[in-house]
């Protein structure tokens, strides 16, 4: 057994750290423990004073001691490398939270939610009217805009859209492929004897299939920067969509909180620095203006996204929290949790650079995007408003009936 890790029961394991890890970087452990082996199920992290001195895991199976190398590994690579900030607050609501109750066991027992699979939510009413009107009022901003326009875009992505930014070597948790049996009469023949002798799929399914050709998209936007590929653009522009996004969050999901297949609506800026930056800005100012009137408690703060498994994670994260490219939109869920129900971001000439987009003056456009996940919004909205919609804001009631 490594001096790192100590069973004290059949699955449960203590992983000593090597170096005690800051308070302000405990929300970095937190969201990359469940990606550093599938054995672990559960974690608390132990420590005095805010600080984590070890991880307490419940593991089912795996090589302990391996474990807890790699999750040392990830904390000297990836985040005791990071550059504290102070959070910067963009808004705070006015409003301030009353009693949150997590609302989805009241509509699994109503009937009016489903679980359908790992990190999958089918729901009913009132959910599916108060999703909707969520999206309508999010859309009626983004078509608000100067030069806007809504597309409609298929589920697949081709991996090349991926491959053109190098995506796979910043987020490889959260990708996703789809693939098929090869085109030929001998696979499908032996996947078929197989598959009625065994009555199942096979376990060494992949020898049967061919194409990585595409993969399911982890968010709405690269779609958009796919459309526009080579092109030059003869003004600044904005799209927006809605369409489903997938992450594989491993045992992050809960409820309707974090979804393995979810819902966005993207809003995508393209031009000039100043168009992109404006833009944002003006998103967030109605965005905020939103949640007040829909009696909303939360904050928006400076972010960065959850990149992993990558040597330049700290730089890259301290980077964007300086420059202030990310910010989120906070939502709080119960007492002391929050999450992430939007995002508002600025890229630079970055996407511009890597899909040959140019802007009138010939070189490539700056570009931003702003995300709100839908099932992740109504899902605040239950929390701090309930599932009768009799509690609801009356400009929310006149909407939906």
């Known amino acids: 057994m490594s001096q790192h890790a100590m069973r004290s029961q059949a ?6 750290l090597d170096r005690s890890l800051p308070a302000e970087f405990t929300p970095e452990l937190k969201k990359r423990l469940f990606f550093i082996s599938h054995s672990i199920e559960d974690f608390e992290l132990v420590g005095t004073d805010g600080a984590t001195e070890s991880v307490r895991l419940t593991l089912a199976g795996g090589d302990a001691a391996a474990i807890a190398a790699q999750i040392n590994r990830v904390v000297a690579d990836e985040i005791l490398t990071q550059r504290a900030l102070p959070p ?10 009353s009693a949150l109750v997590d609302p989805f066991p009241q509509l699994v027992a109503a009937g009016a939610a489903f679980t359908s699979g790992e990190g999958q939510i089918g729901f009913g009413e009132p959910l599916v009217s108060l999703f909707d009107y969520l999206d309508r009022r999010l859309r009626a901003i983004a078509l608000g805009l100067d ?8 589920t697949l992505l081709p991996t090349a859209v991926l491959e053109r930014f190098h995506y796979f070597s910043s987020f490889p948790q959260f990708a996703m492929f789809v693939t098929r049996l090869h085109n030929d009469i001998d696979v ?11 009555n199942r799929v096979p376990d060494e399914l992949f020898d049967f299939c061919a ?17 526009h590929t ?36 993207e809003i995508v800026f393209l031009g000039s620095p100043e168009h992109a930056a404006r833009s944002r800005d003006a998103v967030m100012r109605q965005s905020f203006a939103l949640m007040e009137e829909l009696g909303l408690a939360g904050r928006c703060e400076v972010a960065s996204d959850h990149f992993f498994g990558n040597a330049e994670v700290a730089e890259r994260i301290f980077s964007q929290r300086m420059m202030e490219l990310k910010f989120e939109l ?9 999450i992430a129900a939007g995002s508002f971001n600025l890229h630079g000439r970055f996407f511009g650079e890597s899909f040959d987009i140019d802007g009138p003056d010939g070189g490539p456009v700056s570009s931003g995007c702003v995300g709100f996940g839908l099932e992740r919004l109504a899902y605040a909205f239950l929390c701090q408003h309930g599932i009768d919609t009799a ?11």
């Open 11 to 16: 699955s449960t394991v203590d992983v000593r």
């Open 88 to 97: 910067r607050v963009a808004w705070q609501s006015p409003i301030a939270p």
């Open 147 to 154: 030069n806007a326009a809504e597309y409609r875009y298929p």
């Open 188 to 198: 499908y023949r032996t996947f078929t004897d197989r598959y009625r002798a065994e």
């Open 211 to 227: 194409n990585r050709d595409y993969c399911l998209p982890p968010t709405m936007c690269y779609h958009s920067y796919h459309q």
């Open 230 to 265: 080579g092109h030059t653009l003869d003004r600044d522009t904005v799209l927006t969509a809605r369409g489903k996004s997938f992450r594989f969050e491993s045992r992050y999901h809960a409820g309707l909180e974090r979804l393995w297949d979810f819902t966005i609506r």
């Open 330 to 338: 906070l939502l709080p869920i119960a007492p002391g949790r929050f």
């Open 391 to 401: 509690t609801w804001p009356e400009s929310v009631r006149r909407e939906i009936g």
